[in-house]
């Protein structure tokens, strides 16, 4: 086994367990069975996700079988991970249209003619009452409160349903279906990923090796890409949307992007991250480069620099400044649910971002015409967000005046 290809393979990890575990499987000198799930909860594929894809392209590329794992079944349930609430579970309708479009955004990154493809329904769904209650004896209620999703939940007296305890069995047995011998996830599927050696060993299989990679932050700096957030890129947008988010994100990201979305040298990365703190490497310049990359690879070459140029006509238009200070605000800004969906007050969320003095100054201006979201007049006092705040507000550029600017990062916590 060449030492380059173990070095290519865990590079970006942050956690391999067991520790020498993926050494000893590529000693083998077999293919290695490779397996990552998505649940198709909604229709995007996002950045966050292509973190994950390209470590299984890595290992395509090495000659391993990738298993592409649709859950089919569990996003009928939905993965606790990271929830402070029981998820409500889809429809079937809803999970199917939303498969659908997953291998064509796969595409993007892996080599889906490649790859072995199966939807977790193909198992889950013939598994009568008995083996059921075999897998569930596989964990205890004390190992599932282990989990700190759902410590937490207990202990604030939040439900807990008994199918989300299922969850990470469920996923678990995937890795018995498919005979894994590494499952790849982001930071917060640690546990899931665990529980899957538990499942296996107790069902005779050699535990698989677990590889994990860090969690990408959304647009709005603070949690991470989440579809159910909306503060994603998906890998579909048009290079426009795309190359607009990527200039949001906070200065702070954008050596991380450049590290976990881009194609960039890793010592290329690492310089710009110096250059950053030292000063000598202006962000603005880098955030647009990482624009041009992360475009370029989705769209082809040279729709990054498309892309930047219908940006540059856009924002000279306007006259929005391309180095705006970024503000997060109380969560109190954000009202609460009316009719399904939470309202921003536009004057409360001006006078928190410190755009004026008053919220009667604030009104006053939004009658003038003198309030702007991204260039364009805010004319209503109230705008619904989608998901929890900011919503599709995250990264949004607002004005008042003629000078004054601030981007919306995120909420206060």
Do not use: C
């Not at 050494?23 to 996700?49: I, N």
């Not at 089919?72 to 939303?98: K, V, Y």
């Not at 890409?225 to 579909?236: A, E, H, Q, V, Y």
């Not at 991204?374 to 998901?387: C, K, M, R, S």
Request: glycine residues 10%; hydrophobic residues 40%; charged residues 30%.
């Amino acid at each position: 086994m060449a030492a380059d290809v173990l070095t290519t393979l865990a590079s970006g990890s942050v956690d391999l367990v067991p520790k020498g575990g993926l050494e000893e499987r590529l000693a083998a000198d077999r293919p290695l069975r490779v397996k990552l799930g998505v649940d198709p909860s909604r229709p995007d594929l996002t950045l966050g996700h292509a973190v994950v894809l390209r470590k299984l392209r890595q290992f395509q590329d090495a000659g391993h079988v990738a298993v592409l794992i649709i859950g089919d079944f569990t996003a009928r349930i939905g993965d606790p991970s990271g929830q402070s609430e029981t998820r409500p579970m889809l429809t079937e309708d809803e999970i199917r249209a939303n498969a659908a479009t997953y291998l064509a955004q796969a595409g993007k990154v892996i080599d889906v003619d490649a790859v072995e493809i199966h939807g977790n329904a193909e198992w889950l769904a013939e598994l009568d009452m008995a083996a059921v209650i075999r897998l569930a004896s596989t964990a205890t209620v004390a190992q599932m409160l282990e989990r700190e999703d759902f410590k937490d939940r207990y202990r604030r007296e939040r439900p807990i349903s008994v199918v989300e305890l299922l969850y990470p069995l469920l996923q678990g047995y995937d890795s018995v279906a498919v005979r894994a011998d590494v499952e790849l996830g982001g930071t917060d599927q640690t546990f899931n990923l665990l529980m899957g050696r538990e499942v296996q060993r107790a069902y005779g299989l050699e535990p698989q090796v677990v590889l994990t990679l860090p969690l990408l932050e959304g647009t709005d700096g603070v949690r991470k890409m989440s579809k159910s957030l909306d503060n994603f890129i998906g890998l579909t947008e048009p290079p426009d949307d795309m190359f607009g988010k990527l200039m949001r994100i906070p200065d702070g990201l954008i050596a991380k992007y450049l590290r976990l979305t881009t194609l960039l040298d890793p010592s290329e990365v690492d310089d710009v991250e110096r250059g950053l703190g030292d000063g000598s490497v202006r962000a603005n310049e880098e955030k647009r480069r990482l624009a041009r990359e992360v475009v370029d690879l989705y769209h082809g070459s040279g729709a990054g620099t498309a892309a930047e140029e219908r940006f540059n006509v856009v924002h000279r238009q306007h006259e929005i400044p391309e180095d705006v200070p970024g503000v997060s605000v109380p969560s109190s800004v954000f009202g609460d649910q009316r009719d399904g969906a939470r309202v921003v007050y536009v004057p409360a969320l001006l006078e928190a971002m410190g755009l004026v003095g008053s919220r009667s100054e604030a009104r006053r201006l939004q009658d003038q015409g003198g309030v702007r979201m991204d260039g364009e007049p805010v004319l209503h006092q109230e705008i619904p967000i989608d998901g929890e705040p900011p919503g599709q507000l995250a990264g949004s550029v607002w004005q008042v005046g003629r000078r004054k600017f601030a981007r919306l990062e995120g909420v206060e916590r």
